[in-house]
Structure formats: structure tokens, C-alpha cells
């Protein structure tokens, strides 16, 4: 029985479909079609039920997937074992943000692969939040503060923030300087986020209100220098936009708590020691010399 046969109908079970699966796998869906019914004749049973809409699993495929997934993950646990040290191979979806990820964390995955040519790395840039076991990602980088989840996580660096509006903004509607002050503005969000700030060591939760929402912190920027509100935004994505004089800080004694950057992955027993070296690269590279100094935080 193939290994590869394995994992690609575990991929096709997951994805809910050989389209989904082929982009995941990085094959195409003819390789992942005969792969499956390579398997099926191995068992002498029926996998899958496949119709136009995708492909759902049968009661034998069901009970099989799991014993599938061990057997795929016991593999790769293994042939990192026999590996000469140092050296990875096999395949790493990650999925980043696009934000940040293009020119924070993209250089530090380039090198990863520049130092170990067995690996395959596909990685995903985009600010929606990837549902990392539906859509099959071995880890993610995230940015700012993680909310409760049942993924595990690793922080890697530090991450400031702070409030910014543009001089015309302020001009024609006044700098606020309390969290009591910042509600009556308007607030250019992600989402129906909350806010944060700081009192001295105090959390106080802010309940903005804007008309004006976009899910990328640099449309955002665009939108304060525009004049169109307050935004909360990573300095580090701002600090031509600072120096310019393009954006100010408000809020200066009220401060958004600190945030982090961090690698999330599906919970499991032991990370895979390809996570764990991008892990560490990461740390290498944001937690001794951070992307975003307290020197630049207001």
C-alpha cells in the first residue's frame, strides 16, 4: 500500500473533493483520481462517493480515514528520524498574513528553503482566518492577540501597536485623549472588533464605532491618511507613514496592549520538525531584535 495513496485520500476527505485536494497536494486531479482508485482496488472497498458537487465519504472511508491520518502522520514522524541531521523533506503548507507576511515573514520561509531543498513549502498570504484542519495547513503565523482556540501556539516575537489619525482628521474633529473620548470618533476597523488600551497596568475594553472597515491593516492605513478616522495599527506597518507626517499618534497615554506574533498549529502530541525549525527561525529572527521596538511606541 503507498504512503502517497494514503495521504491523498486523507487530503480528498478533508478537502471534501480531488479539486481542493490536487491544490493542496500541489498535483493535479488526474494524479489524485488514479491515487484513489489505486487504493480502493488495494482494499477491495469503496472509499468514497463521488458525484459533481465533490466527494463524500462512505461508511468503510469514514472508519479508515482516521486509521489513514496515524499511519501518514507515523511515517513522517519516522523518516524525520532516519533523516541526516538538520535535513527536512515532505511538504509545508503555511498560511501567513498578508499584511505582514509578504515583508516580515517571507524572507525567514525563502531561507528554509534555500536550506533545505527536500522540502516543499506552499504557503498561503491573506488576512481572512484560515481554519487551519478544514483547510489542511500544517501551521500558521499569526499577528496580534490570539483568542481562545483549541490550536497550539507558539509566540515568536514581540508585536506594538498604536492609535493614528491623520493632522487633517484631527483638524476637523479634535484629538481624543481619553477611552471615553475615543467612542465618539470614527473608528476604522477589520471588523465589530473591540478595542483595547491601557491604563498604567489596567485593561480597558473600547467599543468603537466607523463606517469605514477593510480586513488588511495597510487598506486601513490608506484610509486614516485619507482622513477618514481613527485606526490601531502595527507601528512597524506605519513607520514611513509616522516619519512622514502622514499619520500622528493619538492616544498617546493610552496605549494598545501589547500583541505578539505567534506560530499556531492543529493540537497533536509532538510538532513536526519541520513547524519546529520554522519556529525557531522565526524567534531567531523577531524575539532577540523585535520588528516593532517599545522605542517606536508612543
Not at 515532505?90 to 525567514?108: D, K, M, N, W, Y
Not at 476637523?172 to 498604567?200: C, I, K, N, R
Not at 484610509?223 to 477618514?228: E, H, V
Request: charged share 20%; hydrophobic share 45%; net charge neutral.
Amino acid at each position: 500500500m503507498d504512503i502517497e495513496d494514503l495521504r491523498t485520500f486523507v487530503e480528498v476527505a478533508d478537502a471534501g473533493g480531488v479539486t481542493s485536494a490536487a491544490l493542496r497536494l500541489g498535483v493535479s486531479k488526474s494524479m489524485v483520481s488514479r491515487r484513489l482508485v489505486r487504493l480502493e482496488a488495494e482494499l477491495g472497498v469503496q472509499l468514497l462517493a463521488r458525484s459533481t458537487r465533490g466527494a463524500s465519504l462512505t461508511e468503510a472511508g469514514a472508519t479508515f480515514r482516521d486509521y489513514a491520518a496515524r499511519i501518514s502522520a507515523e511515517i513522517d514522524v519516522a523518516r524525520e528520524t532516519i533523516l541526516p541531521a538538520g535535513e527536512l523533506r515532505g511538504r509545508l503548507r503555511i498560511a501567513a498574513p498578508l499584511s505582514f507576511g509578504p515583508t516580515h515573514f517571507a524572507s525567514v520561509i525563502a531561507q528554509m528553503a534555500l536550506g533545505h531543498p527536500q522540502l516543499q513549502i506552499q504557503t498561503c498570504y491573506s488576512d481572512r482566518f484560515v481554519d487551519l484542519i478544514a483547510e489542511g495547513y500544517d501551521c500558521a503565523i499569526r499577528v496580534g492577540i490570539l483568542h481562545d482556540s483549541n490550536l497550539v501556539a507558539r509566540r515568536v516575537g514581540p508585536l506594538y501597536g498604536t492609535f493614528v489619525a491623520s493632522p487633517d482628521y484631527i483638524k476637523a474633529h479634535g484629538s481624543p485623549e481619553t477611552p471615553e473620548e475615543l467612542v465618539a470618533h470614527q473608528a476604522l476597523m477589520q471588523g465589530t472588533e473591540v478595542w483595547q488600551v491601557m491604563d498604567g497596568d489596567k485593561v480597558i475594553t473600547v467599543r468603537p464605532q466607523g463606517r469605514f472597515k477593510a480586513d488588511n491593516g495597510a487598506a486601513l492605513a490608506v484610509a486614516a491618511a485619507a482622513g477618514l478616522g481613527i485606526a490601531v495599527l502595527p507601528v512597524d506597518l506605519i513607520r514611513d507613514h509616522l516619519g512622514s507626517g502622514v499619520l500622528v499618534p493619538v492616544m498617546k497615554r493610552f496605549p494598545p496592549p501589547p500583541a505578539g506574533i505567534y506560530v499556531v498549529r492543529p493540537p497533536g502530541q509532538h510538532p513536526a520538525r519541520k513547524i519546529r525549525v520554522l519556529t525557531e527561525m522565526l524567534i531567531e529572527c523577531f524575539d532577540h531584535g523585535p520588528a516593532l521596538p517599545k522605542t517606536a511606541n508612543p
